[in-house]
């Protein structure tokens, strides 16, 4: 009896042990099949930018090419080249320094300056710690093109872009606000399903989860106000903690 007492004891133990690491490889092949799953969605909203971008830009120079402004597409598609291959370096995975993202955003606002001419006011406020700051990479970028088309470009006299950026306590604060129509213009620009917005929310939510916020709000005296919340982190903070 004590024999199959020790025997009884030790198959126990022995399908415990096999039942347990079991277990763990399911657990481990599932955290992997959700992370495979979320790089994939982050990419997916990465290259989703590429061709809303592309579209809206060459738009842009087609138009300046059948005005005559020969000079001026020129330009622009100088400082379109020096942005798309700013694109293509960054692994849309990682996070860049909101310096590097501002000079991204820098090429960008020219081509539509060449465009625009005066009527484009550009206004930056960014607080220079600020400027280390890890972002996703063009996490603003499709904001500033619904700025442009629905609050720049439609009007006569054109308008201002502000760009801003604080730090408050561990919290990196990004604003980008308007003098367009604002939120009661009823374009598509509003609407849940339009592209910029609905990408930003959903990179948002895939890099940071509840620790991010996404707010609209009027723009005083006229036009809208995004404001987005993010942790503040750096590459410094990175080496730290690894």
Same mark, same amino acid.
């Given at each position: 009896?004590?024999?199959?007492?020790?025997?009884?004891?030790?198959?126990?133990? $022995?399908?415990?042990?096999? $039942?347990?690491? !079991?277990?763990?490889?399911? +657990?481990?092949?599932?955290?992997?099949? /959700?992370?495979?799953?979320?790089?994939?969605?982050?990419?997916?909203?990465? $290259?989703?930018?590429?061709?809303?971008?592309?579209?809206? /830009?060459?738009?842009?120079?087609? +138009?300046?090419?059948?005005?005559?402004?020969?000079?001026?597409?020129?330009?622009?598609?100088?400082?379109?080249?020096?942005?798309?291959?700013?694109?293509?370096?960054?692994?849309?995975m990682?996070?860049?320094?909101?310096?590097?993202?501002?000079?991204?955003?820098?090429? $960008?606002?020219?081509?539509?300056?060449?465009?625009?001419?005066?009527?484009?006011?550009?206004e930056k406020d960014l607080e220079p710690r600020a400027l280390d700051a890890l972002v996703p990479s063009l996490i603003l970028q499709p904001l500033i093109e619904n700025a442009m088309k629905y609050a720049i470009s439609p009007t006569e006299d054109g308008g201002t872009l502000r760009i801003s950026a604080r730090l408050q306590d561990r919290v990196l604060v990004l604003r980008l606000a308007d003098t367009g129509p604002g939120l009661g213009n009823g374009t598509s620009r509003q609407k849940p399903g339009g592209v910029g917005l609905r990408?930003?929310?959903?990179?948002? !939510?895939?890099?940071?989860?509840?620790?991010?916020?996404?707010?609209?709000?009027?723009n005083d005296p006229t036009g809208l106000e995004i404001t987005i919340n993010i942790p503040y982190e750096t590459d410094d903070a990175q080496s730290t903690d690894s």
């Amino acid at each position: 009896m004590g024999s199959f007492y020790i025997l009884l004891c030790w198959s126990g133990l $022995y399908f415990g042990i096999k $039942y347990y690491q !079991q277990l763990q490889d399911q +657990t481990e092949q599932t955290l992997k099949a /959700t992370a495979a799953a979320h790089q994939a969605q982050l990419k997916m909203l990465r $290259y989703q930018l590429n061709p809303h971008f592309l579209f809206n /830009t060459l738009n842009a120079i087609s +138009t300046l090419i059948l005005e005559g402004g020969n000079d001026t597409a020129n330009l622009a598609i100088t400082r379109l080249s020096d942005f798309l291959r700013y694109t293509l370096d960054n692994d849309p995975m990682k996070r860049v320094t909101l310096g590097s993202e501002v000079a991204a955003i820098d090429l $960008y606002l020219e081509i539509e300056k060449v465009r625009c001419g005066d009527r484009l006011i550009i206004e930056k406020d960014l607080e220079p710690r600020a400027l280390d700051a890890l972002v996703p990479s063009l996490i603003l970028q499709p904001l500033i093109e619904n700025a442009m088309k629905y609050a720049i470009s439609p009007t006569e006299d054109g308008g201002t872009l502000r760009i801003s950026a604080r730090l408050q306590d561990r919290v990196l604060v990004l604003r980008l606000a308007d003098t367009g129509p604002g939120l009661g213009n009823g374009t598509s620009r509003q609407k849940p399903g339009g592209v910029g917005l609905r990408n930003t929310r959903e990179r948002l !939510q895939q890099f940071y989860g509840n620790r991010q916020a996404f707010t609209l709000a009027p723009n005083d005296p006229t036009g809208l106000e995004i404001t987005i919340n993010i942790p503040y982190e750096t590459d410094d903070a990175q080496s730290t903690d690894s």
